[in-house]
């Protein structure tokens, strides 16, 4: 299946320059639809996200409190009050588990995280209860760079 490509949205990560964000730094833009992950010298990692539908979204300082691959997914009272129908725990590695390849816990009150998908056309689009999705080799690649304690600045 070719992925759903949305007006303005890259399908890559790309290195930009020019964004003042401090290296070892996420910052996602919700309205932007991006993720950035601060190289230093003003560079930075930049990747296409999903983020959450209207009403879903949120801001703030946050930092990333766990790493997993291939997470089981557990369904949020939310989420299973919308859809009551669904399985409540989808195991990791299943092709219907909606976290993907792997999966950056975030601080805070709420179960958000940054991960992957099974729904790579999502990419791009507000689509979310307000978890940050993003291509499954961007996740790896983000995985791969990134620690526990690693500083997440969410903005509008």
Known sequence: MAAL?????????????????????????????????????????????GVGKRGRQWTGNRYIKRKAKKPAWRATPDILKDKP??????????????????????SGSGQYAIHGTNRPESIGGYVS???IRMHNRDIMDLYSR????TRVIVRQ
Not at 146 to 149: C, D, H, N, S, T
């Open 129 to 131: 209860y307000g978890c």
């Open 85 to 106: 129908n669904l399985t409540e725990v989808i195991p990791g590695g299943s092709p219907r588990n909606p976290m993907g390849a792997a999966a950056l816990l975030i």
């Open 5 to 49: 490509m949305w007006p303005g949205i890259s399908s890559a990560k790309q290195i930009v320059s020019g964004t003042g964000i401090s290296g070892g730094t996420i910052v996602i833009s919700m309205s932007e639809r991006r993720l950035y992950l601060g190289l230093g010298n003003g560079k930075a990692v930049q990747y296409p996200v």
């Open 146 to 149: 990134v620690g526990v304690g």
